[in-house]
Structure formats: C-alpha cells, structure tokens
C-alpha cells in the first residue's frame, strides 16, 4: 500500500489509558501486512473478542499467526505480552546457575511483591521488544503500549526500574545491613542518618520483609548489570531513526491539554513523533445539537451535541499542534471492531487518513 | 496532612434531601466509614464519586471525597479550586481533598521521624526516593491508611467526618489497591505501619463498616473489567460490591428505523443496542444493586453532577 505515511521499521502506539491503542495497533498491523511487510504487532490486554481475532487468547508471551487469506502478502503475527512469565524467563535465561535461579524465584519477595514492582510491565515490554527486535524475524514491528496513567509513564518506566533494582537502599540492605546469615548488623556501623533510615524503615516495612528484600536482592546481582545494559540499549532503539511513535488521543476538548503535553514531551527527549490521532470522534450528525432535547432522552440531539464538542476539540489540538504535525480523526464506530472484517473496515478508514498526508 | 481547611467560596444553601428511601442503597451506603470508588480510568469514576459525597452531604452525612490522581478534577465538578492537598469545603458537610500517594508515604515519615531536620534528609535521599517508588503496594496501603484516619477523626487539623469516598487511582487493578493493607501488614511483623494496615485490613475486610462501589460503562472492556473485578473481590476478599453503577448510557427507545432518518438517529441505535447487550451480561452475572446513569450533555463541571446526582437518585428509590 502506497501511502504519504512512511512506514518505520518500529511503531509505538502510544497514549492514555482507554484511548483504543490496541485496537489501532492490530488495525495498524493489518495494514502493514497489506502492503506486503512482514509484521509484528505486540499488544497488551487486548479485549476478548480482540483476543479471539488476533488468535493470542492461548498463551501469553508467544507469537501466533494472523489467518489473512492467501490475497494478503505480507504475514502478520501478534503476541500477548505476560509480563510474570517474561521475568521468569528472564531469570532463568541470566542466572549464573540453577541454585541462583532457584533461590530468585522462589524468594517470597518476588513470589509476592515483585510482580507488583512499579514499571514491571513497562520494563519486561521493552525487554522483549529488544528480543524480538533483535531475532529480526519481521521486517516491521509494531508495539502497543500498558495502560498507564499517564501516556509518558511508558518512556521512564525501564529507568525507573533498574535504578530500582540498582538503588542504595539495595546496596544498602544487602552490604551495610545484613551480614552474609541474612541478621542484621549492628546499627552503630551506619552513622546518624543511617541509624534513622534503619529504624524507618524497620518501623515501616518490617524486618522480615526487608530480610525477604535483602536476599531477593543479593540473588539477583549477577542480573543487574545485564538489566541495566539492555534498558540503555532499549532506549536507543527508542530515540533511533527506526522508530517513530503514533499517538492517539481521546476526542474532545478535556483530553487537549494531555495530547499537546505528550506531544511535545517526546520530542524534547528526542523520540520522533509520527502522526497524532483522535480516535472515537463523535461523527457529525446531520442534525443541529440541542441540549434541551438531549437532557429530555433524545440521543440524536445527545449524539449531536457531542460531535460538535468533539469537532471543537479537533480544531483546538489542530491549532496548537500546527500545521506541520498530520492529525487525523477516526470516528466512533456503531460497534467496536473486533474480528478481523471490522478490522479490516477500520484499517481501511485509517489508511485513506494516512494517504492523505 | 495539611491542617488548613479552605472555605468554600459561595455559601449556596443546598437543600437537604427528604430523607433516603427505606430500601435504597444510599441508606446501606450512609451507614459505611469508607467508599471505595473503583473502575478503569475514563468511565466516570470521579463523577461518581462526587456524585456520591454530594448525595450522602445532603442526607446528612458529613462526607469527604478524595481524589488520588495527579490530575485534579474533581473540583472542578464540586465547583471549588483546586485542593492542591489541602481539604477544601465545597458545599454544607462536603469536603474535598486531592492527594498524591507519595504525599500520604511522606506524610508517614514525618510522622515517624519527629525531627524535622531528619525527616527532611530522609525524604529527600535517593534511597527513599526508589524504594517508595519501586513498591506502589506500600502506597497503597498508605492511601486507604490516610481514609481510616480521616474516617475515624484520627487525621490531625482534619474535619470531623462520617464517611470517606475515595475516589480510587486509575492505575492497577481495584482489588491490588483492596488487597494492599493485607499484603502490607502479613510482610510486616510489628510496628506502627503494621498496626495501621491491620486495622485498615480490617476495615476492608468488615462489610458493615465499608463499602465497594464499582463504575463501567456499557462496552465490553469495562464490563469484562468490572465482571472480572468482582471474580477477584470474592476470591481474595471475601466480599461482593456493594453498588455497580453502569455510566454514561445513551438514552433509552431510539426510534424504528425509517427511511431519511439522520446519522445520529441510526448511531443512536445501533450504539444503544450495543449497550443493551453489555447491560444484559452484567445484569446475568452480577446479583446485588445497580444504577443506571445517562450520558449527559454538560462538561466536567457542576451542572453534570447536579444532573447526575438527581438520576442516582431517581435510581435508588
Ligand atoms: N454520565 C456522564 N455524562 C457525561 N459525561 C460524563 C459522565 N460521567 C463522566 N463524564 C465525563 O467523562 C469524563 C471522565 O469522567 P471522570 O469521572 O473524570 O472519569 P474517571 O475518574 O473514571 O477517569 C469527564 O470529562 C466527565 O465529565
Ligand atoms: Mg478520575
């Protein structure tokens, strides 16, 4: 498919929470395969129905093959990430030995608490994007990002992480605090502040916890500097020329100031912003709005009334964004699209959009 | 937290409701300490929290709602500014308070650590910084721990207050923030954080004195959610919600079809019959109290509220 959109070799679909990234994302990916490239497109928490069409309801965390008809020359896989089962691949794929690994994933710490890390999701999507980015199995991979509550959460989560996991407080609870039998040293040894933090943090979290903390830590050492090596490496993959970032917004005036922040965020931090899109656009109605009739229950003059606030919106982000930026709109569907057709059907609206630019 | 207590600009007498309905479940709501106010982010869940502590104000209660988001909105609902931390009073027994989660952590560590010098070291250490930062169930164990305190009065330059509506954070799952108090305190041996999670362990675990209201929308992600939100609740907590609120459905009885009809018309039906259907699994799989409310023609602001507040309501009698 010829289209004023230039294709990257990574696309990130990135944007609030909600905003239907999946969706576009498998729409996205379906298109790409249309015009003959071989593609990937890795999502998360898609919906059931979504689940069933993309064939990933089995099992998380491994490719399947998008059935497309023979007329389709590209092929298209889609994944479902599991971010437990990466991390467990993880583990036992980098430690050193089995009695390291054993004792990582049997600790009660991560057993509990690790699967709640802040950005662990965000963290295990990167690291299996640089997998399969580096297997270079596809010609063109198109990522789906978590929900979060923020768009830009995405960005910082692998930093956050492994600063996490690489932290004083680590260092801390695994040299100063513990001697090698895992009790604890003598508070003396660490001076004012450290004898404060101590007992905060023994008041706080609780000895055994921080025991738990302290050995999950000091087993998974030898990982850290793996972590650490591949979230930098992730992060130029993110800023490269490979990859461009397509972000989608939800209509109306509200979610402005969100997609402008967003917008400019990335590109001050040298990622290259694609095209923005507002997705699930009230469409015009062929009707004037009326709120009076729309709080009375009539849904066309509701439905109007809504299309309008949604067109103010478009114009208002159209303005502040400037003419450079291509923006496009998809409008809010009768029935959200969820088998490969109405993908298909979706595919097709965005791919006039993209022609356009 | 932040002792000052904003005045509320207007003092608009607001009418005091008629009294709740014997059966309705704003009557078993009035009765609770704490709200939990649960759903995906984007389906209404401030609206319906400030739905809700407007209702219960005007029943009688003293309510308090909080908001957990970085982005304020919820003020500009209640019609006040933003509460920036503080408690703000936005209408006769109604106060609204925004927080971020590391602000009720640090609060802990001011609590803890009494002079003031240390405290500030501490909170400003890296070390601090990434261990709150890398474990978010000891924030949200601290959340739910800050609505106890409130609840009980024990919240120092607080006002006295019946009932705490949280407007619960976006991110995760409604049952990891619920289930957070029990994690924290089985990890904790002893000490104050431990006393305080168990008593909110309690608190979560004690149907008479709280309650979970879940929000969706009629569409198949936020049901599924919402369905599957109650699995969890039951399996982990021991507990069904008390209240589904169903937000944001286009009006009922769309027209036949008919020749020359307009775009909107036809949307009007075919999103509706898609709802009907989302309506119809919900109401199969979960037994208990539900309210339907519209999708309303007014932005984020008092009027949607007002409107809100009275189809809750019309709902519950
Ligand atoms: N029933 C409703 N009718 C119209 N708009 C609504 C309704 N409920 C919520 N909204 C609007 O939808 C948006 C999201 O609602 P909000 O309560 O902020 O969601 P959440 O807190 O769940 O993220 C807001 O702009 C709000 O004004
Ligand atoms: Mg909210």
């Known amino acids: 498919m010829t289209t004023g959109f230039e294709w990257p070799r990574l696309l990130v679909v990135v944007g609030a929470g909600g905003v239907g990234k999946t969706t576009l994302a498998a729409a996205l990916g379906l298109l790409s395969a249309r015009g003959g490239t071989d593609t990937l497109v890795m999502t998360f928490d898609p919906s059931h129905r979504l689940k069933d069409a993309l064939g990933v309801g089995a099992e998380a965390g491994v490719e399947t093959r998008v059935e497309l008809g023979d007329a389709v020359t590209g092929r298209l896989d889609a994944s479902l990430l599991d971010a437990r089962r990466t991390f467990d691949g993880l583990v036992d794929r980098y430690a050193p030995d089995p009695a390291a690994r054993d004792r990582i994933l049997g600790n009660r710490f991560y057993r509990h608490l690790a699967g709640s890390l802040a950005g662990i999701l965000e963290y295990m999507a990167v690291e299996r994007l640089l997998e399969v980015w580096r297997a270079g199995e596809h010609e063109r991979i198109i990522l789906d990002t978590p929900p979060t509550r923020q768009a830009l959460d995405f960005l910082g989560a692998p930093r956050r992480m492994v600063s996490f996991l690489e932290s004083g407080a680590i260092k801390v609870s695994t040299r100063r605090w513990f001697v090698d039998d895992g009790r604890l040293r003598g508070a003396r040894a660490l001076g004012p502040l450290g004898r404060r933090f101590e007992s905060f943090l023994d008041d706080v979290v609780g000895l055994e916890l921080l025991r738990d903390m302290g050995e999950f830590f000091q087993a998974f050492g030898p990982l850290y500097e793996g972590f650490r090596q591949r979230a930098r490496q992730v992060e130029q993959l993110l800023v490269s020329r490979d990859t461009v970032f397509f972000l989608v917004s939800g209509a109306g005036e509200e979610n402005v100031p969100d997609t402008l922040f967003f917008a400019r965020k990335l590109e001050e931090t040298g990622h290259h912003l694609g095209p923005v899109l507002v997705n699930r656009l009230h469409p015009r109605a062929g009707l004037a709005a009326d709120r009076e009739a729309a709080v009375r229950g009539d849904g066309a003059a509701l439905l109007a009334w809504l299309a309008e606030r949604d067109a103010r919106g478009l114009e208002h982000l159209r303005t502040l964004l400037g003419p450079e930026r291509p923006l496009y709109d998809l409008p809010l569907l009768p029935e959200a699209p969820s088998e490969i057709q109405s993908l298909a059907r979706l595919a097709e609206l965005l791919a006039e959009r993209l022609r356009g630019v | ?317």
């Open chain 2, 1 to 317: 937290m932040p002792a000052v207590v904003k005045q509320r600009i207007s003092r608009r007498p607001r009418p005091l409701a008629t009294g709740l309905g014997e059966k309705g479940v704003l009557t078993q709501l009035a009765g609770r300490r704490l709200l939990v106010v649960t759903g995906k982010g984007g389906v209404g869940k401030s609206a319906v929290a400030a739905t809700l502590g407007t209702l219960l104000a005007r029943a009688g209660r003293r309510a308090l709602v909080l908001e957990v988001d970085p982005r304020e909105n919820v003020h500009q609902m209640l019609d006040v500014p933003p509460s920036g931390g503080d408690i703000v009073e936005a209408a006769e027994r109604l106060f609204l308070q925004n927080l971020q989660p590391r602000q009720v952590v640090d609060q802990l560590v001011r609590d803890r650590v009494r002079i003031e010098l240390i405290a500030r070291r501490i909170l400003a250490s890296p070390l601090y910084h990434n261990f709150v930062e890398g474990a978010p169930v000891l924030e949200e164990a601290a959340i739910l721990g800050h609505c106890l305190l409130l609840a009980e009065g024990r919240s120092r330059g607080a006002p006295p207050l019946d009932v705490v509506v949280l407007d619960a954070p976006a991110t995760g799952h409604g049952v990891s923030l619920l289930s957070a108090p029990s994690l924290v305190s089985a990890a904790i041996a002893a000490g104050p954080l431990a006393e305080l999670t168990g008593e909110v362990a309690e608190l979560i675990g004690d149907t008479e004195r709280s309650a979970v209201v879940v929000v969706t929308q009629a569409e198949e992600m936020p049901v599924t959610e919402a369905l599957e939100l109650r699995t969890e609740l039951a399996a982990r907590l021991d507990r069904s919600p008390e209240l589904l609120v169903v937000n944001q459905l286009l009006p009922g009885g769309p027209p036949r079809p008919r020749a020359g009809e307009s775009a909107a018309a036809k949307l009007w039906r075919r999103r509706r019959r898609l709802q009907d259907h989302e309506v119809g699994r919900l109401a199969a799989a979960w037994p208990g109290r539900r309210w339907e409310l519209p999708l309303l023609p007014f932005d984020r602001g008092p009027e949607l509220i007002e409107a809100l507040a009275a189809a809750a309501a019309g709902q519950d009698a």
